[in-house]
T-cell receptor, first 110, second 115 residues
């Protein structure tokens, strides 16, 4: 059973701080990794994707991938109240099927 | 530039009725995925289809659920004889092709309530 694990949270950070979200996955054959943001009652929205070990930066977001440790993370710098949402880690399982973690709820306090 | 279109957005069915959810992929996308999200839970993969072909249905319940993606028209997720436990948000996503590294994009979801 291929799995993607995330801490459900909630993770609470003050406005302007760095929010760090973590994810582990079980399938060593996974090649593609994604972070989605989902507001309550809305559909998931793609924030970042990463394929190679290391860091990938896009604005206030940085995705980090460590394939040896089977670990993916998302850093949100200068967190804003509008970043309050559930963040879903997703992994492509090699069969072109994307598996999602249960999500981490993030609260950014103004 | 239309995204993934799902309808209906909200659907109420009585126990024992049938629910049909439709999904039109983004323009240029030939692969469709259906996910189910129960309240306060994550997205669970149900089925992956391309035109006229089911690629992976490992997440579909064995009974009452079926999916198709005909040559013409939208993909349809069909739930027969609905029960209260089927109440959930059903999200459709699409991608250009089934290859590694493809990003999937979601529709706005169909919320099914069984009363």
């Amino acid at each position: 059973q291929k799995e993607v694990e995330q801490n459900s949270g909630p993770l609470s950070v003050p406005e302007g701080a760095i929010a760090s979200l973590n994810c582990t996955y079980s399938d060593r054959g996974s090649q593609s990794f994604f972070w989605y943001r989902q507001y309550s009652g809305k559909s998931p929205e793609l924030i970042m994707f990463i394929y190679s070990n290391g860091d990938k930066e896009d604005g206030r977001f940085t995705a980090q991938l460590n394939k040896a440790s089977q670990y993916v993370s998302l850093l949100i710098r200068d967190s804003q109240p509008s970043d309050s949402a559930t963040y879903l880690c997703a992994v492509e399982d090699g069969g072109f099927k994307t598996i999602f973690g249960a999500g981490t709820r993030l609260f950014v306090k103004a | 530039n239309a995204g993934v279109m799902q309808n209906p957005r909200h659907l109420v069915r009585r126990r024992g009725q049938e629910a049909r959810l439709r999904c039109s992929p983004m323009k240029g996308h030939s692969h469709v995925y259906w996910y189910r999200q129960l309240p306060e839970e994550g997205l669970k993969f149900m089925v992956y289809l391309q035109k006229e072909n089911i690629i992976d249905e490992s997440g579909m319940p064995k009974e009452r659920f079926s999916a198709e993606f005909p040559k013409e028209g939208p993909s349809i997720l069909r739930i027969q004889q609905v029960v209260r436990g089927d109440s959930a948000a059903y999200f459709c996503a699409s991608s250009p092709a089934g290859q590694a590294g493809n990003t999937i994009y979601f529709g706005e979801g169909s919320w099914l309530t069984v009363v």
